[in-house]
């Protein structure tokens, strides 16, 4: 098989290099060139008023038409960022969903080894949870200002 496909492309290849090139393809082929220069050189044209450049010698209408045309792209434009903002947005709700359940998963976890390490310093020490608690109420004194003649 893979003879046969050398053979082909051996021989597709004389028949390419081989083919001389005639006078009318050589003359199709300029005038293909020519029709391309031409071509971008409308559109160099064109992008350079679409860029503000070289109007000055537009009428009315092209002015209007190159506004039409702005206006057209801008609303374009603005879509796709309104269809991007969108998507990232949805990205975003997803990634907070998935962040809230790890962080209850995780809340979940701290809280029952929280518990099991209370439960063991309780054990240990024979304190209920009031002594241990890391929220229990401590009443100090604290006396801003001059000594009084009573506190000495």
Known sequence: MQDTIDRY??????RVSTKP????????LKHEAANMMKKIEQLEASKRKLLGEGIGSCSI???QQIEQQLEKS???????????FKEQIEQLKQK???L??????LAEKWGSHEIEVRSNKNQESGRGDE???PSSEVE???FIGLPCSSRK
């Open 9 to 14: 492309l051996r021989h597709t290849k004389d």
């Open 21 to 28: 090139v005639s006078e009318e393809n050589l003359q199709h």
């Open 61 to 63: 209408e092209e002015l």
């Open 74 to 84: 801008v609303k374009c434009i603005r879509a796709r960022k309104t269809q991007v």
């Open 96 to 98: 907070e969903k998935a």
């Open 100 to 105: 809230a359940a790890e962080n209850k998963k």
């Open 131 to 133: 002594e241990s608690s």
């Open 140 to 142: 100090t004194e604290l």
